[in-house]
């Protein structure tokens, strides 16, 4: 079946650093969305993705749907430790919305 | 907005005894919700999908008559783990479809224990 990677596993960061993560995927996907997690809570959607090249800002959070379809970034400028929890990525190749994928997370942690 | 709740948000529960888990979207209606399970430290694992007014459609390897699902209206989606063990002990997490092509929306998440 369809598979995600995310890269990196886990980070640990500066505060004030920039962070930038990528999900890639073996086969195409039409939509993209990322979820950030913090303990003991449901996912968050951050951003959402509909379109190859499209780039998207929410905040200081940037996320890019890959050209080829297979991957996508998300990027988070001068994070703070708010910023800490674990950030999904989650595909689908249909363009309704029920069948998605989630990548294994990306663990982030800021240091003050 | 789309605020999808859950209740309740942890439990307890003795092995063999059955706990009923319900996922609202309060502020939408959801013609699909979702129900996943997570594990400590993974990601999260697509149990089924509830469609309101039909059978749901379980994920291979998801026991539907161990987790049952009903989606009896618009807003609401209960999940009920039947005769739990340990082995069920994990994060539950639903999410509901605000529209064709929308993302999805996800509850707070309840996490059961099963002693």
């Known amino acids: 079946g369809q598979q995600l990677n995310q890269s990196p596993q886990s980070m640990f960061i500066q505060e004030g650093e920039d962070v930038s993560m990528n999900c890639t995927s073996s086969?195409?996907?039409?939509?993209w969305l990322w979820y950030k997690q913090d303990p003991g809570e449901g996912p968050v959607l951050l951003i959402a993705?509909?379109?190859?090249?499209e780039l998207t800002s929410n905040g200081r959070l940037t996320a890019q749907f890959g050209i080829t379809r297979k991957d996508s970034f998300l990027n988070i400028s001068a994070s703070i430790p708010s910023d800490v929890g674990i950030y999904f990525c989650?595909?689908?190749?249909?363009?309704?919305?029920?069948?998605?994928?989630f990548g294994p997370g990306t663990r982030l942690s800021v240091l003050p | 907005g789309a605020v999808v709740s859950q209740h309740p948000s942890w439990v307890i529960c003795k092995s063999g005894t059955s706990v009923k888990i319900e996922c609202r979207s309060l502020?939408?209606?959801?013609?699909?919700m979702f129900w996943y399970r997570q594990f400590p430290k993974q990601s999260l694992m697509l149990m089924a999908t509830?469609?309101?007014?039909?059978?749901?459609?379980?994920e291979q390897g998801v026991e539907k008559d161990k987790f049952l699902i009903n989606h009896a209206s618009l807003t609401l989606s209960t999940l009920t783990v039947t005769s739990a063990h340990p082995e069920d002990s994990s994060f539950y997490i639903c999410s509901a479809l605000k529209g064709v092509g929308d993302e999805q929306y996800f509850g707070p998440g309840t996490r059961l224990t099963v002693t």
């Open positions: 993705l509909y379109k190859a090249g």
């Open positions: 509830s469609n309101e007014g039909s059978k749901a459609t379980y």
């Open positions: 502020d939408f209606q959801a013609t699909t």
């Open positions: 989650a595909g689908a190749a249909d363009n309704y919305g029920q069948n998605f994928v």
């Open positions: 086969s195409i996907f039409n939509t």
